[in-house]
C-alpha cells in the first residue's frame, strides 16, 4: 500500500505540485483514501472501509469504490466530481479531470477496462463494457462507448479517434 502511496505521490509532484498543494489536495486525499480502504478490503477488515469511502466522499466528491482494481501513479486533478464504477479496471499512470465518469453499461453487467498512460479530460465520460489501449488521450466532455486501441486521440460525443499515428 505504501509504495504505491510513494509512487501516487511521485506523479503528483511531476505535475508541478507542492508538497502543501498535494496534501490540501482533494483528488490525492481520495487516492489516498481508496488505497487505505482497498488494503482494508484486501484483508478483509470489515465495516471500517466503508466509513472512510463516505467520508471521503463527502469530503472530495470522488467516488471510488473499494474493490476497484487500480494501477499506481493515480491522479485526480482539483477532486470531483469523479465516479468510478466498481467493476473497472484502470492501468498505471491514470489522470482524471473533474466530471470523470468511468461508468458501466445499462444493464449493470459490463464496465470499462483502461490500459496504462491514459489521460482523461474534464466532463468525459468512459460507458460500457470496451478496453481503452496504452497511451490514450481523451479530450474533454468526449463520451466513449466503444473500444480503442493503442495510440489514440480520442474526441467527441460519440468519440472518435483523431490520432494520425494509430497502431504505432
Known amino acids: 500500500m505504501m509504495a504505491n502511496i510513494k509512487y501516487d505521490y511521485r506523479r503528483y509532484r511531476e505535475t508541478g505540485h507542492s508538497f502543501a498543494d498535494i ?4 483528488g490525492f486525499q481520495a487516492v489516498v483514501s481508496y488505497r487505505l480502504r482497498y488494503w ?14 463516505y467520508l471521503t466522499e463527502v469530503i472530495t466528491n470522488v ?3 473499494a474493490n476497484v482494481c487500480i494501477g499506481r501513479g493515480l491522479v485526480i486533478f482539483h477532486g470531483g466530481p469523479v465516479l468510478i464504477n466498481g467493476r ?7 489522470s482524471l479531470r473533474p466530471g470523470v465518469v ?13 490500459g496504462d498512460n491514459i489521460d482523461i479530460g474534464v466532463g468525459a465520460k468512459i460507458i460500457g463494457e470496451i478496453v481503452l489501449g496504452n497511451n490514450i488521450m481523451v479530450g474533454a466532455n468526449a463520451v466513449v462507448t466503444k473500444s480503442f486501441p493503442v495510440n489514440s486521440v480520442l474526441v467527441g460525443v ?11
Open 158 to 168: 460519440p468519440a472518435r479517434n483523431i490520432s494520425k499515428n494509430v497502431g504505432d
Open 88 to 94: 473497472a479496471c484502470i492501468g498505471e499512470r491514470i
Open 40 to 53: 482494508l478490503v484486501c484483508k478483509h477488515i470489515p465495516f471500517i472501509h466503508i466509513i472512510i469511502g
Open 102 to 114: 468511468i461508468g458501466g453499461d445499462y444493464d449493470g453487467k459490463g464496465a470499462p477496462t483502461l
Open 23 to 26: 496534501m490540501f489536495s482533494r
Open 63 to 65: 467516488e471510488i469504490p
